[in-house]
């Protein structure tokens, strides 16, 4: 199954609109977008201390 064409798009935007009203749209992008930084935070910060304990290894001459 290929992307979506531009029916489909307009259908789902649509269905949204109808669903949601147009003054909740505003706020359902905000708490995406919120929610989207909020997984990115995370994703940085498990990453993070894999690349500090990498960093010490070296600083430390390769022991531990």
């Excluded at 708490?31 to 894999?50: I, T």
């Amino acid at each position: 199954m290929g992307r979506p064409g531009i029916w489909e798009i307009i259908v789902i935007v649509i269905l949204v609109i109808v669903i949601f009203g147009g003054r909740k749209l505003p706020e359902l992008g905000q708490g995406l977008g919120q929610g989207l930084a909020n997984f990115r935070r995370a994703m940085r910060a498990k990453e993070q201390p894999a690349d500090k304990a990498e960093d010490s290894d070296r600083a430390e001459g390769g022991r531990g």
